[in-house]
């Protein structure tokens, strides 16, 4: 109770405070705008907090990246102190399943703190969570697993929740070993679930189309998951963000990054929000929020990095978060989010999770770093 107390009263001077780099993005006045929509599902996120298993499961370790994010474009204290409150009552651990990559996400957050140079956010959990993720034998690395789990990271939301946080750490440690480990285990995934015909990633092996089984759509196309892939490209541009230059492999992540970014803008609808299934978006009337704020922190990441033309890609970046801002309640509660699951379903003005938050964050914060 003591830390939401303090969180309330940070962001009731930063409500009329905001951050000194509103100035470097859209113009002062816009970004200022962005900021108090950020902070305002901040606040509602906190005050209303969700698990689906513990408080360092994935659903709060994707929120929490978010929360990362808007700190990191913005330099609000309003987002580090989130942080700082939540490793306090977290002492700093990850969840339980050295071998699953959604357990170590929640790491992000301590990793940032720790680079910023806050001595209390502690890594020891981190180091031993990676070292075993990595390193030790597990059946999955050598095919054991069940029928969906042949590989280490055998569904595309892996590719966010594991490769950013292990690349940051790789620099870190000045230790390129991590990073040509994660590569190991990111093109294994890269290889079972890309398709190079759609430039888009099945969500896991049972959508496949060698696979005899594989799942369709109703007017029989792929089922492409729109957050499934909006995991995938938002985690590309983490990722992109932290490795070095000069890494041997970063060529093939960039690569990787382009195509699905072209893709992803051909898919868009009109009205700015991807619905859940990208190739049958006549099966649902409304956009859906956690996709499209992954696949529109992307886009304006790419904008801001130089990957992608701003002629070609601003409009749809502005588009899409005008639709997504509007999702937003006026508490700041943010809507329209799809339940946790792992194919497209429908989602509805009042439906929400932590990670719908997260990419909510994600996507405005870094659509408030573009110039116009």
């Known amino acids: 109770m003591k830390n939401f107390i303090a969180l309330f009263l940070t962001l009731s001077v930063v409500f009329w405070n905001t951050s000194c780099k ?17 902070l305002k ?16 499961d994935w659903t709060n370790g994707a929120y929490y990246t978010g929360v990362m994010k808007a700190h990191q474009n913005t330099n609000n204290r309003a987002f580090y102190e989130a942080m700082l409150n939540m490793g306090r ?18 790491s992000n957050a301590y990793l940032h703190l720790n680079k910023l140079g806050n001595s209390e956010a502690d890594l020891t959990a981190t180091d031993k969570f990676i070292q075993a993720h990595l390193f030790e034998p597990q059946d999955w690395k050598i095919g054991k697993g069940n029928k969906e789990q042949v590989i280490l990271w055998w569904w595309c939301d ?22 040509d480990e994660m590569h190991k285990y990111y093109t294994e995934c890269y290889d079972l679930l890309y398709d190079k015909d759609d430039h888009l990633f099945f969500r896991d092996n049972r ?10 759509e109703s007017n029989g ?32 992540y960039e690569d990787l990054y382009k195509k699905m970014a072209k893709r992803i803008l051909e898919l868009q609808p009109q009205d700015g929000l991807w619905r859940t299934s990208l190739l049958a978006p006549e099966n649902f009337n409304h956009g859906e929020v956690s996709g499209s704020g992954f696949h529109t922190f992307a886009l ?22 005008k639709a997504i801002a ?35 964050l994600m996507a405005g914060s870094e659509v408030m770093k573009m110039k116009l």
């Open 41 to 56: 599902a901040l606040a509602w996120q906190e005050a209303n907090p969700i698990q689906a298993k513990a408080p360092t």
């Open 326 to 360: 509007e999702c937003q309640h006026e508490n700041g509660k943010v809507g329209w989010v799809q339940n946790i699951g792992f194919d497209p379903k429908p989602a509805d003005k009042d439906s929400w999770q932590n990670f719908g938050t997260g990419a909510f």
């Open 89 to 106: 009552r977290n002492k700093w651990q990850t969840w339980e399943r050295f071998f699953h990559a959604d357990d170590v996400v929640i």
């Open 22 to 38: 509103t100035s470097a993005g859209l113009g002062k006045s816009k970004s200022a705008e962005i900021e108090q929509q950020l």
């Open 207 to 216: 959508f496949v189309m060698a696979n005899p089984a594989a799942m369709k």
């Open 158 to 179: 892996a590719l966010f929740m594991a490769p950013p946080l292990l690349t940051k750490y790789g620099v870190m440690k000045n230790d390129l070993k991590y990073l």
């Open 221 to 252: 196309k792929k089922v492409f998951w729109s957050r499934g892939n909006g995991w995938v490209i938002a985690g590309l541009a983490l990722l992109l963000e932290e490795m070095p230059k000069d890494y041997k492999h970063r060529p093939f």
């Open 300 to 321: 304006a990441w790419g904008i801001n990095h130089g990957y992608l033309d701003p002629k070609v890609y601003q409009p749809a970046v502005l588009k899409a978060w």
